[in-house]
C-alpha cells in the first residue's frame, strides 16, 4: 500500500511540475528519499544500510526512469504522458525492490533494529547532491538553461535541510522502537526467572525437609520469604527501575533462602551507605548477579563463597571470588546482557564487567 501511494504521489507530481513547466527534481528526490527511510524503517533496518539503499535507489531510479521515458517516448511524443508514467514505474519498480532487499537482510541478521547515528545519513546525502550537481556541470548546455547558483541554493540546501529532518524523526522513532524491545525482553526474562523450575524444584524440597522434620515456624518464615520474593516482583513487573532500598531488601531475602540451602557455604556482605538508598537501579538486577554467582560457582562450607555488594561513587559493584565447579554450568549470557541494555536506554550509562583469575564483579550504574 505504501510503495502504492508513492508511485501515485510521484505521476502527480511529475504531472503538475510537467504541466507547470517547473522542474520536479527536488520533490521527486525528497519524496524518494521519504518513501526508502519510511520502507528500511518499517523493516527496522539500522541506518549504514538506509544510507546505501538511498544513494543506491537514486542512481538506479535516475537510470530506470531515463528507460522507461525513452521506451514510452517511441508510443507517444507527450512528455505530460510519458514523464508520469515512467516515473509511476520506477517508483513502484524501486519501491519493492526496497522492501524485498530490506526485508532479506533482516532475516539474514536476525532483525535489523541497532543503534545508529545520523552521521551515514549525511553521508548518502552528501553523495546524492555531488552526483546530482556532476550531472548539471557535464550535461551539454545545463548550465545555460538553468541558474546554477539558485538551483544550488533552493534545491540542495531545501533538500538537506528536509532530509536531516527526517533522518533525525526516523532515528528517534527507530529508537524508541528499540528500547520498546530491549524492555520486552528484559520483562520475558524476569517472567522466566519468576517460574525458574530449578529454583522452585530446589524451594519445595526445602520446604518438605523442614515440614518433615518439624521446623514448622522456620517453614512458614520461608515460605512467607518465597512469597515476597514473588510479590515483588508482580509488583515492580511493569517498573524499569525501583529503589536501590527495595532492591537490597528483594536481594536479602533471596539470600535467606539460598542460606537455607547454603547454610555455610555462603557469605553475602552488603555495604551500602543510607543516603544511597534512595536511588535507582533497574529491578532484579542486584538479585540476578548474586544468582549468577551461585550458578556459576561451586558452593561448600570447606570453601564458603563470598559475595560482596557495596557502593563505589556512582556505581553499585556486586563481586564474588571464583571457586571453579567441577563441571561447568551452560549459560546464554541472556540476562546480564538484558541488564546491560536496561541501563543504556535509561541512563546512557554502561554495565562495566571486571575478571581476573580470582575475582568476578559487574558494576551497575545507579541512577
Keep these: 500500500m505504501l510503495i502504492h501511494v508513492f508511485a501515485f504521489l510521484h505521476a502527480a507530481v ?81 519501491g519493492w525492490m526496497t522492501l524485498c532487499v530490506s526485508g532479506w537482510w533482516s532475516r539474514r541478521q536476525g532483525g535489523g533494529h541497532k543503534k545508529v547515528s545520523v552521521q551515514w545519513i549525511l553521508v548518502a ?30 534545491d540542495y540546501i531545501f533538500s538537506f535541510v528536509c532530509f536531516v529532518v527526517l533522518a533525525i524523526y526516523a532515528i528517534r522513532v527507530n529508537a524508541k522502537s528499540i528500547e520498546e524491545q530491549n524492555l520486552a525482553q528484559f520483562r520475558y526474562m524476569k517472567l522466566k526467572q519468576q517460574v525458574n523450575p530449578h529454583f522452585l524444584f530446589n524451594s519445595l524440597n526445602i520446604l518438605d525437609c523442614l515440614v518433615c522434620d518439624g521446623q514448622t515456624e522456620q517453614a512458614s518464615t520461608y515460605i512467607h520469604k518465597l512469597a515476597g520474593l ?34 555455610d557455604g555462603l557469605q553475602v556482605s552488603i555495604d551500602i551507605p543510607e543516603e544511597a538508598l534512595s536511588r535507582q537501579v533497574v529491578p532484579c538486577s542486584v538479585q540476578l548477579l548474586i544468582e549468577n554467582a551461585i550458578k556459576h560457582n561451586a558452593v561448600s562450607a570447606s570453601e564458603p563463597l563470598k559475595v560482596d555488594v557495596s557502593l563505589v561513587g556512582d556505581m553499585l559493584v556486586v563481586s564474588n571470588d571464583i571457586h571453579p565447579k567441577k563441571t561447568e554450568s551452560s549459560s546464554t549470557g541472556l540476562g546480564l546482557k538484558y541488564i546491560r541494555q536496561q541501563y543504556e536506554d535509561l541512563a546512557g550509562r554502561s554495565v562495566v564487567v571486571q575478571q581476573d583469575e580470582k575475582h568476578y564483579s559487574v558494576q551497575l550504574p545507579i541512577i
Design 125 to 154: 546525502f552528501v553523495a546524492i547532491i555531488t552526483t546530482r550537481l556532476a550531472v548539471i556541470l557535464i550535461t551539454p548546455g545545463a548550465v545555460e538553461m538553468e541558474n546554477t547558483v539558485t538551483n544550488i541554493l533552493v
Design 230 to 263: 514473588y510479590r515483588y516482583n508482580l509488583k515492580n513487573e511493569e517498573e524499569r527501575t525501583v529503589k536501590l532500598r527495595d532492591e537490597m531488601n528483594y536481594a536479602e531475602q533471596y539470600v535467606d533462602l539460598l542460606k537455607v540451602r547454603f547454610p
Design 14 to 94: 511529475a504531472l503538475g511540475c510537467r504541466a507547470a513547466g517547473v522542474l520536479d527534481d527536488l520533490v521527486l528526490t525528497l519524496l524518494t528519499m521519504l518513501m526508502v527511510v519510511l520502507l528500511c524503517w518499517r523493516q527496522g533496518m539500522g541506518v549504514k544500510f538506509l544510507a546505501i539503499s538511498i544513494v543506491l535507489v537514486n542512481v538506479l531510479g535516475f537510470a530506470i526512469g531515463t528507460g522507461c521515458a525513452r521506451l514510452f517516448g517511441l508510443a507517444s511524443t507527450n512528455p505530460l504522458v510519458i514523464h508520469p508514467l515512467s516515473t509511476f514505474i520506477t517508483t513502484e519498480l524501486l
